[in-house]
């Protein structure tokens, strides 16, 4: 009965060691996958942790519509070739930015489409990735002050700040009319492009008479000058500049609107850098007695600015169909990886080398044309808006 009890008890020892062992290597597999994704911000990947990913894009925020969009589109652009994505978020940290394009080498990517949130500290991402041989596209926004960039994939910012100018031109008559200008945000190279476009074809209205700029006396002193160094925009820029922010563009319209003598207001135009910026702005400038009417820019032709459109609000947006930017993006991701060289337009100087570009077409869309731009085509259903004939 002992001899019996004993080999008993030998024989579960036995098996409780054998199940530690299995534990053990069943725990160590786990620590090997998974995915980084969800404390990056990032979306799951198509496939297994073990399969390699042909395509890797780093997208910068998920709490703004646009780019949550863009994943889809993203999806729906490569989902009838052969080849494989991962999408990443960076959401608004440069530290997060880095990590997810490590994560992304890691799987074997070959090229990396990136929308970097600071264009400067996305520098040192994109060179972990060249470092390793992966073709590096900067998407929409530019990354700056680097070599490691391959190509850029964007609209022509500097059109779309043209297109704004003009538009304000053309809607305008007479002479002396007070002229609001209005700029992104300092840190974002596309700010510059944007104002440096309107600045081209505004100029010589402002020399001639024309225009007289209300709220800029950087952009007064300069007004004899057609073509800007960066360090002359930025000296404007740093005096209109709204960092894309409506309640800062508030702040800034009603301090001028308050600092602003009669002879400012009556019938006036506004540069506005944006939809965001120019609603907030319409809305300032629409509570003021002494404004008699204004016309005004925007871009992105943003829903709820398209409704402003339509109800006399705000006079044009710049429609800048992202639909297209991310064909071009993922069309030149699959050509790369197909072997040979992606077609590009232009190019871009980053600080550091020209960056060979594809740009994408901007429309000009007011009240005569938004039905057929943005309904006809399909970007918005007529149901989402009122007051459509």
């Not at 073990?50 to 994943?71: A, H, K, M, N, Y």
């Not at 993203?74 to 940290?93: H, P, V």
């Not at 409506?246 to 002879?263: D, R």
């Not at 907030?280 to 003021?288: G, L, N």
Request: net charge negative; with cysteine; aromatic share 8%.
């Amino acid at each position: 009965m002992l001899k019996r009890s004993k080999f008993l008890w030998v024989l579960l020892v036995g098996a409780l060691f054998f199940s530690l062992l299995v534990g053990c290597s069943d725990t160590k597999t786990d620590e090997g996958s998974g995915s980084d994704s969800e404390s990056d911000g990032g979306s799951s990947d198509e496939g297994s942790e073990d399969d390699s990913i042909d395509v890797g894009i780093i997208l910068p925020t998920r709490d703004e519509p646009r780019w949550v969009q863009d994943e889809q589109r993203f999806r729906d652009a490569i989902a009838d070739s052969d080849y494989t994505t991962e999408i990443l978020f960076s959401q608004g940290s440069s530290a997060n930015e880095l990590q997810n394009v490590e994560t992304l080498i890691s799987r074997g990517i070959d090229v990396l489409i990136m929308s970097p949130h600071d264009g400067d500290a996305a520098g040192a991402a994109a060179k972990a990735a060249s470092m390793e041989g992966i073709k590096v596209i900067s998407y929409d926004r530019l990354i700056t002050n680097t070599d490691a960039v391959d190509y850029y994939v964007t609209f022509d910012s500097f059109a779309v700040g043209e297109a704004q100018g003009q538009y304000l031109i053309d809607n305008t008559d007479g002479s002396g009319i007070p002229l609001y200008l209005y700029a992104g945000a300092s840190s974002d190279n596309n700010a510059f492009l944007f104002f440096e476009g309107a600045w081209s074809v505004l100029q010589p209205k402002i020399a001639d008479g024309t225009f007289v700029v209300a709220n800029s006396s950087a952009a007064e002193e300069l007004s004899s000058k057609n073509e800007l160094t960066r360090d002359e925009l930025g000296q404007i820029l740093n005096q209109v500049t709204t960092n894309w922010d409506p309640n800062e563009a508030i702040n800034k319209a009603q301090t001028h609107l308050t600092s602003a003598g009669a002879e400012l207001k009556g019938d006036v135009a506004v540069l506005a850098p944006n939809d965001g910026t120019a609603r907030s702005i319409a809305d300032t400038f629409s509570s003021d007695s002494e404004v008699s009417s204004y016309i005004i820019t925007g871009q992105d032709a943003e829903k709820a600015s398209i409704q402003y459109i339509i109800d006399g609000k705000q006079s044009m947006t710049v429609f800048k169909d992202v639909r297209r930017l991310v064909e071009d993006a993922m069309g030149m991701a699959i050509t790369i990886l197909d072997g040979s060289d992606p077609e590009t337009t232009g190019s871009y100087d980053n600080g550091a080398v020209d960056v060979p570009a594809l740009q994408s077409e901007v429309i000009t869309v007011d009240q005569a044309n938004v039905e057929a731009e943005l309904i006809e085509s399909g970007y918005y259903e007529a149901s989402e808006f009122t007051g459509l004939e």
